[in-house]
């Protein structure tokens, strides 16, 4: 599968990148946004890739961009593991066109918003080198059994961020999947927000410091 993506860069020649994952029913165009938002003390290259259109069980097999099929209100529950994979392996191939453009692990940042976060902290477990960083927003760690055989112990940082008010990643299962990193041995910054399943101005400022002490 090879994803359809937006690029954009801010600044002149940067070293870094930002791979951005957008949450379920959205598109690339979703977090455009951050690049003006988001004021780093060096040049980003932002990639913002489009989920492919895909039947989502749990809205009647309506067809939307999403980076795995949901089947039921519990997304914890009857997980769509092909799918989880198939998103892995499209991102994974965006970070090795990084790779080829001379953009070391050390430097790729993989960032996503519910769906697109359980994806960038599924294949962030599963790097056979450190990324710079995570940043996994309002979302959850899937396939949460599989994670300690499959990883890989990179010590990829990682800042999860979450609102209390959540009606549709439950808070709980944030914290649950915080938990479960940390015993993985990840170093994991944990935010959580008087919000629902949004961002928030305090987030994006959050995210900003988080970013800057890594670049």
């Known amino acids: 599968m090879t994803l359809q993506y937006i690029a954009l860069d801010e600044g002149k020649n940067p070293q870094y990148s930002i791979i951005w994952l957008h949450g379920l029913g959205a598109d690339g165009h979703d977090f455009v946004p951050m690049v003006n938002e988001?004021?780093?003390?060096?040049?980003?290259?932002?990639?913002?890739?489009?989920?492919?259109?895909?039947?989502?069980?749990?809205?009647?097999?309506?067809?939307?961009?999403?980076?795995?099929d949901i089947a039921e209100a519990d997304i914890a529950a009857l997980q769509d593991e092909a799918g989880i994979r198939r998103s892995h392996e499209a991102v994974l191939a965006l970070i090795a066109q990084e790779n080829a453009r001379g953009i070391p692990n050390s430097k790729i940042f993989l960032a996503g918003f519910s769906q697109g976060g359980a994806i960038a902290l599924?294949?962030?477990?599963?790097?056979?080198?450190?990324?710079?960083?995570?940043?996994?927003?309002s979302t959850y760690l899937p396939l949460a059994e599989l994670a300690a055989a499959e990883d890989t112990q990179n010590g990829t940082?990682?800042?999860m961020a979450h609102g209390r008010?959540?009606?549709?990643?439950?808070?709980a299962l944030g914290l649950?999947?915080?938990?479960?990193?940390?015993?993985?041995?990840?170093?994991?910054?944990?935010?959580?927000?008087?919000m629902q399943h949004s961002v928030c101005a305090q987030e994006i400022l959050d995210i900003q410091v988080w970013l800057?002490?890594?670049?």
């Open 38 to 68: 988001l004021k780093l003390p060096v040049p980003m290259h932002y990639i913002f890739p489009h989920a492919p259109k895909i039947p989502v069980t749990i809205n009647g097999g309506f067809v939307m961009r999403a980076w795995y």
């Open 122 to 137: 599924h294949a962030a477990l599963r790097m056979t080198e450190p990324l710079a960083g995570v940043l996994a927003l």
């Open 157 to 159: 940082p990682i800042f």
């Open 165 to 171: 008010n959540d009606p549709v990643v439950p808070h």
């Open 176 to 194: 649950a999947s915080k938990d479960n990193l940390l015993a993985l041995g990840y170093a994991v910054d944990w935010h959580e927000y008087s």
């Open 212 to 215: 800057a002490q890594r670049v």
